[in-house]
């Protein structure tokens, strides 16, 4: 099964609003990533966060983490039509080598 | 800087023709290495992993099989295709012990017909 469950599967914007997206999870988890796809291409990390933290920022991202709700949001503010792609949620569930994907949000912003 | 090579981009094979899906990753040493599979519009799941050569562990029972032959090379193959091995199939490797951040490969586009 999932370990990560992305919500909403699919959110569509404009320009220079904010993005939220949300991932939640079922075991205990030494990090929580996430990752971008543009469509038909590989993904790209985007942050990581460990399980003592809390918050991270970089860049327009910003992430938190919940581990008493095994939950994570990422934050993208005033979000630009190039943001455009899915996003998916990551954990490692306590494994030292694998990380198990959720389904993604599909994001649109548009123009 | 590191880079991940996969090939073909494309492939269209017959159901019942074997596969064999290359990847290689310039750069780096010792990598651990994955291949995953993306159905239209669902999320990864991951197939095989390699933390060393000729060390392969398998996530799910399938007709699929991978191979580490050097260090940087990972293969995923299959002696008779079925339809249901259609999909997207993604190859990343990440540093070391621990889940850091996996680095992906373009992909490779597989339709079974």
């Known amino acids: 099964s999932q370990q990560g469950e992305e919500d909403p599967q699919a959110l569509s914007i404009q320009e220079g609003e904010n993005a939220t997206m949300n991932c939640s999870y079922k075991t205990s988890i030494n990090n929580l990533q996430w990752y971008r796809q543009n469509s038909g291409r590989g993904l790209v990390h985007l942050i990581l966060i460990r399980s003592n933290e809390r918050e991270k920022h970089s860049g327009r991202l910003r992430v938190t983490l919940d581990t008493s709700k095994k939950s994570s949001s990422l934050l993208i503010t005033a979000s630009r039509a190039a943001d455009t792609a899915s996003y998916f949620c990551a954990t490692d569930g306590g494994s030292n080598y694998k990380l198990t994907f959720g389904k993604g949000t599909l994001l649109t912003v548009n123009p | 800087s590191q880079t991940i090579h996969q090939w073909p981009a494309t492939l269209v094979q017959p159901v019942g023709s074997p596969l064999s899906l290359e990847c290689t990753v310039e750069g780096t040493s010792n990598p651990n290495l994955y291949w995953y599979r993306q159905a239209a519009g669902r999320g990864l799941q991951l197939l095989f992993y390699s933390v060393g050569i000729g060390q392969i562990s398998s996530e799910v029972p399938q007709n699929l099989s991978a191979s580490r032959p050097q260090d940087r090379q990972f293969i995923l193959s299959s002696k008779k295709l079925l339809l249901s091995d259609s999909g997207f199939y993604l190859c990343?490797?990440?540093?070391?012990?621990?889940?850091?951040?996996?680095?992906f490969g373009p992909g490779t586009r597989l339709t079974v017909t």
């Open positions: 990343a490797w990440t540093t070391g012990q621990g889940v850091y951040e996996q680095y």
